[in-house]
């Protein structure tokens, strides 16, 4: 342990603590860019300058280790002035356009910015030449804008260290340092998974999703076209975030209550078609435990981590799920089932689908990806997205009421929730196939929220082994060792975001581990106080096997619900 003083307050922390850290310690918030709590240190931006008072030293605080005896101001003259001297720098070089930008609001330079008090006068008086870069919007999920680059090197770290894909570098130096994907690429031709990491912690607007709003808007004011709607299961617990609720909140209700007034024609859930993914899928893997089929079986449902499989592990993609996404499935059905249903001429149909991710905007252009005759889903928009719309909208969403969903797909069970977690999958798999085969019912199989993690399940004389890896870095070490043949896992689930769903890409910034914890357990709550908690008790999966689709794995099930990828 270490004592030292920062302004004025004494401290005790761990000795290899950061000055910045210790300071955090005793609620002083010192400011930051590129520093990120869940990467290694860059301290490149030196934006959390503070003064040494002994030495008079300027210290950057994220980067010194505390010492005995320091004494340290963060609010000095001295340590204010090297702070704004450092943003006036960054912003010389930025295009200062934040009235149109996509973060406007939601900015971290922004921010600081107007915390340091630094105003338009002397914005101008700092403008230099700016760099002039061409901006990579060839997709197929996210689009990058070097010019709005600070080069924090966020996105370059999360992507090596996190997802270990390393899609992105520094290329050049001094003025023309720049971030490019590996080779300079276009995004379009790159190994990336489109798990839009580097997007989550991109502290400005260089890198963001590729935005389908003005698609959505134009399909609502279409009088010719019916307008139905899915939202997927992590954004009950994370929607609230972007207006100001505490992380975790579920706003379940009042986030159908927005769709509706937004004008969609039908309102349902991804977490019914996550139920009908457990139906497919855990018959599939009962299948493989019987012989038919390889294991360990692996999940296919993220759309990152099906990317990441076909260019790092396309040995073992006959492994994966045929079964496809839950997004998919609804789609599918939302062409089929839903108009015949309702009576509706399918051609008609628009399929929107609000999601956590950047990938699934990726996922449903695949080209195998349609069941039905027409393109399956029309838009996907992110949670970050559907929350803008809210608001130009100009809907007061923490006043409104709690709707219910729709009939038809919009019932789902604690079961179909999870899935918006590491684990969720899993857990729903073994719940249904535990009960078909001893008619027994699962206790947790508590895989907590982080890495890589395994349990053992007891289904009669068989003990299955189960195993997951969140965040693609964690999913390469699990992968080597199944390829290595170390480890006999019977059942595999990747999901290619830390923390899953709760932490996806198109998720509300910014996001730390300790929030997605807190996603987390609101999505476990809502499963908690189900009262349904098994995907094939949920009635509305009965009917549609009733009425449409025959048994899980017949002849409609294959064609409309299952998917193959190749090497
Ligand atoms: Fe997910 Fe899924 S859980 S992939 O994490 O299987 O995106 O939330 O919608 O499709 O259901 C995402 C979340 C989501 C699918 C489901
Ligand atoms: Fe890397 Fe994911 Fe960003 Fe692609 S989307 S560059 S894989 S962090």
């Known amino acids: 342990k270490v004592k030292l003083t920062i302004d004025k307050q004494i401290i005790e922390v761990d000795s290899d603590a950061s000055v910045l850290e210790a300071a955090k310690e005793l609620g002083i918030d010192i400011p930051t860019l590129c520093y990120h709590p869940d990467l290694s240190l860059h301290g490149a931006c030196r934006v959390c300058m503070v003064e040494d008072e002994e030495s008079g030293k300027l210290l950057a605080s994220c980067a010194t280790p505390v010492r005995e005896g320091m004494i340290i101001s963060t609010r ?131 890198i963001t999703e590729l935005s389908e709003i003005e698609k959505v808007w134009a399909a609502l004011e279409d009088n010719d076209k019916h307008v139905i709607v899915q939202t997927a299961p992590s954004v009950q617990a994370t929607l609230g975030e972007e207006f100001g609720m505490e992380t975790g909140t579920v706003v379940t209700g009042k986030m159908v209550a927005a769709l509706r007034r937004m004008g969609f024609d039908q309102v349902f859930s991804t977490d019914f078609a996550a139920d009908l993914t457990i139906m497919e899928e855990g018959n599939e893997f009962l299948k493989k435990l019987n012989g038919e089929g390889e294991l360990p079986h692996i999940t296919s449902c993220c759309p990152g981590w099906v990317k990441y499989a076909e260019h790092n592990f396309s040995d073992l993609l006959p492994h994966l799920s045929s079964a496809k996404s839950p997004m998919q499935m609804f789609s599918a059905l939302g062409k089929t089932y839903y108009p015949e249903q309702a009576g509706i001429d399918p051609e008609k149909i628009y399929t929107v689908a609000v999601m956590p991710c950047t990938a699934k905007k990726f996922e449903k252009d695949r080209e195998e990806i349609n069941g039905s005759d027409f393109k399956d889903t029309d838009a996907v928009l992110t949670t970050r997205e559907f929350a803008r719309m809210i608001k130009e909208m100009g809907i007061d969403f923490k006043d409104l009421p709690d709707e219910e969903y729709d009939e038809l797909m919009g019932e789902s069970t604690g079961a179909g929730t999870i899935f918006g977690t590491t684990g969720g999958v899993a857990e729903a798999a073994v719940r249904t196939v535990k009960e078909e085969l001893t008619g027994e019912a699962l206790e947790r199989l508590n895989l907590g929220f982080r890495g890589v993690n395994h349990a053992e399940v007891k289904i009669g004389d068989r003990l299955i082994k189960v195993a997951i890896a969140n965040g693609l870095g964690n999913a390469e070490k699990l992968l080597e060792r199944v390829r290595a043949g170390e480890c006999d896992f019977d059942f595999i689930e990747v999901m290619a975001c830390p923390h899953g769903c709760v932490g996806g890409g198109g998720q509300p910034r910014p996001a730390t581990n300790e929030k997605k914890d807190k996603r987390a357990q609101g999505l476990a709550s809502i499963d908690d106080s189900s009262k349904i908690r098994k995907s094939h008790e949920n009635p509305q999966i009965v009917k549609l096997y009733k009425e449409f689709l025959g048994e899980p794995l017949g002849g409609e099930s294959h064609h409309l619900l299952h998917t193959k990828y190749k090497a």
């Open 76 to 206: 000095s003259m001295k340590a204010r002035r090297a702070r704004r001297r450092n943003v006036e720098l960054l912003l010389a070089n930025h295009p200062n356009d934040c009235l149109g930008c996509d973060r406007n609001n939601h900015c971290e330079l922004q921010e600081i910015t107007y915390e340091l008090g630094i105003r338009s006068q002397d914005v101008e008086r700092v403008s230099g030449e700016k760099r002039v870069h061409e901006l990579d919007t060839t997709g197929p999920a996210l689009k990058r804008d070097p010019n709005k680059c600070i080069l924090c090197g966020r996105c370059v770290r999360i992507c090596e260290e996190v997802q270990g894909v390393s899609a992105l570098q520094f290329t050049n130096r001094g003025f023309d340092s720049i971030v490019v994907t590996a080779f300079d690429l276009p995004q379009a031709e790159i190994n990336c998974a489109n798990c839009g990491q580097c997007a989550t912690v991109c502290p400005v607007a260089a």
